[in-house]
């Protein structure tokens, strides 16, 4: 069966400082990754998506980014932390053919900036 | 554009009370329809799902149908409980899709 990790579950971060956000899924080979984040009491917004290695996709420009060095592993990153980079983080992944293309989420990061 | 739109919430039901969680959609084709469900603290999980009009999908004693006609995905569920209490979210993708578009989520209390 098919599993998703992320880690670290929480954090808490200066502004100004460094993120790394790491996500792997089990299972499956080749999946479509995605990085969102939920601001507190809010929706989803989809940040970062992938099909492959090396091919990411952003959906909103903003000083994170996303790499995917391995075809299971998904890393989120910023080099300078703001404070409204708090919230929580959730990767989800999907088989890239079968319909009808239902999502599967990991834990979530809970982030907090400083 | 494709859209999800959901009920405001919160939702505050009594335990046993019947629930309605209103979803319609605004889409140029035809999407597969999602429940994905958030308990506090944790990532979403899939609920239910239809890919065509007239399904009905089910799972935990909840219940959505796929309405074409009205453009619509309600969620029902006859008795809540208290561990029902979580956010519910709405969604849809289309064939060959890679991205799914999600409501903004609906909070439910269920009081004892």
């Known amino acids: 069966s098919q599993t998703i990790h992320q880690w670290p579950a929480t954090l808490v971060q200066p502004v100004g400082s460094p993120l790394s956000l790491e996500c792997t899924v089990e299972?499956?080979?080749?999946?479509?990754l995605y990085w969102y984040r939920q601001a507190a009491g809010r929706g989803l917004q989809l940040l970062f998506y992938s099909v492959g290695i090396g091919q990411i996709s952003s959906e909103v420009p903003q000083n994170l980014s996303a790499s995917r060095p391995q075809d299971r592993q998904f890393i989120l990153s910023s080099k300078k932390l703001l404070l409204s980079d708090s919230g929580f983080y959730l990767c989800?992944?999907?088989?890239?053919?079968?319909?009808?293309?239902?999502?599967?989420f990991g834990p979530g990061t809970r982030l907090t900036v400083t | 554009g494709n859209s999800v739109t959901q009920m405001e919430g919160p939702v505050t039901l009594s335990e046993e009370a019947f629930l309605t969680i209103n979803c319609t959609y605004t889409a140029t084709g035809y999407p597969s329809l999602f429940w994905y469900v958030q308990y506090p603290g944790e990532g979403l999980q899939l609920l239910l799902k239809?890919?065509?009009?007239?399904d009905k999908g089910s799972n935990k004693g909840f219940e959505a149908t796929y309405r074409k006609e009205t453009t619509s995905f309600h969620l029902e569920k006859g008795s809540v409980q208290v561990s029902d209490s979580a956010v519910y979210f709405c969604a849809l993708i289309f064939t060959g899709g890679f991205k799914t578009i999600f409501g903004a989520g609906t909070r439910l209390f269920v009081k004892a």
């Open positions: 299972g499956t080979s080749n999946p479509n």
């Open positions: 989800a992944w999907r088989p890239p053919l079968a319909k009808p293309y239902e999502q599967y």
């Open positions: 239809a890919t065509k009009a007239d």
